[in-house]
């Protein structure tokens, strides 16, 4: 299914957090969200979930405006894991997944069978199956991570939203999650800090910085010495991965300043 931000601005007290940001992302496309902090990138991925509204633009999945859909259609729509996502709830891991089923449902309707496997072969591709029976107060952050995505996967959504999905997760977990997300189907939005990790793993890749659309593109054309210097204000390399050919960014650490003492 397409998304696509049309000339989206976000004001919150006086402050433009986003200006006329317009991006597309085709039907099972993978697209990043990259920037500074600050630059407004929660702030659109809020307007595609409905926790905002924007002040004037659109966000329209095949051509349909979101917000002319009922909050239980786009629910089924639009699947969210947000920076604060989490629970105060000691629910078992398969509850908590279980509740990513809960807009195709009426009321108290218990899981199907065929909703069950779902739930179950979520648990798995994410690496939290053995973890089913264990109340989510008690796992890591890395734990909780990963069984809020299959919570969101096992929604079956058409476009999935993601900011900061790798936060708590140990590199493996960061490196299957962004695999998974390839092969997952949805029409994917994620916001990501680790560049090398956007370029690995995304379509596009999409700079924002102050609230405005910097770049838009492959992310061979977008991850550029110049333009991160310009956007991030840190020197750079970037070479070609041996393997797969993907950008991947070289930081130059700025080299301190060594003052002789005197006697």
Known sequence: MRLRLDAVSVEIDGATLVEKL?????????VALVGPNGSGKSTALRCVYRALRPASGAVLVDGR?????????????????????????????????ALGRAPHLDGNQP???RE?????????????????????LTLSGGERQRVLIARALVQEPSVLVLDEPTNH????????????????????????????????ACDRVVVLSRGALVAAGPPHEVLTPELIHEVFGVRT?????????APQVLYSLPTAVR?????
């Open 259 to 263: 003052t002789e003492s005197r006697p």
């Open 65 to 97: 405006d979101i917000t002319a859909l009922s909050l239980r259609d786009s629910a089924q729509q639009v699947a969210a894991l947000t920076q604060e996502a989490g629970t105060d709830l000691d629910f078992t891991v398969e509850e908590l997944v």
């Open 22 to 30: 317009s991006l597309a992302a085709a039907e099972g496309e993978v």
């Open 116 to 136: 069950r496997e779902l739930c179950t072969e979520a648990m798995a591709r994410l690496d939290v199956l053995h973890l089913a029976r264990r109340g989510v």
């Open 111 to 113: 899981l199907s069978r």
């Open 237 to 245: 390399s970037v070479v070609p991965h041996p393997l797969t050919g």
């Open 169 to 200: 997760l140990d590199i493996r977990h960061q490196v299957e999650l962004l695999a998974l997300l390839r092969s997952a189907g949805p029409t994917v939005l994620v916001v990501l800090h680790d560049l090398n990790l956007a370029a690995a």
